[in-house]
Nanobody, 120 residues
Framework: QVQLVESGGGLVQAGGSPRLSCAAS????????MGWYRQTPGKERELVAA???????YYADSVKGRFTISRDNAKKTLYLQMNSLKPEDTAKYYC??????????????WGQGTQVTVSS
């Protein structure tokens, strides 16, 4: 049983570098994989980035080289550093906690999402 709360979204200019945060609370056993999804109306959620319990990372091709996922296990917080934002990055971003140490096992907990809107 994990509760996730995202923060850091909002309106940002193209080329900006905001950082999203996801604070976890509740009952947590061990270090789980975590990830960031994003969704635009009319499209399914897209896995943007993920990080395993060992620190291995995954990035969607659309954000590779621009976004960085990281975690602070002591603070129970997940981060997504976004650089060189483009208007096409506009979406609602969701934090997710995995069922195990790897994202391959799926995600069992979700945050409410935070809107990121990139203006030209």
């Amino acid at each position: 049983q994990v509760q996730l709360v995202e923060s850091g979204g909002g309106l940002v200019q193209a080329g900006g570098s905001p950082r999203l945060s996801c604070a976890a609370s509740g009952i947590i056993f061990g270090i789980k994989a975590m990830g960031w999804y994003r969704q635009t109306p009319g499209k399914e959620r897209e896995l943007v980035a993920a990080i395993s319990s060992s620190g291995s990372t995954y990035y969607a091709d659309s954000v590779k080289g621009r976004f960085t996922i990281s975690r602070d296990n002591a603070k129970k917080t997940l981060y997504l550093q976004m650089n060189s934002l483009k208007p096409e990055d506009t979406a609602k971003y969701y934090c997710a906690a995995g069922n195990s140490g790897t994202w391959y096992a799926g995600f069992g907990s979700w945050g409410q999402g935070t809107q990121v809107t990139v203006s030209s």
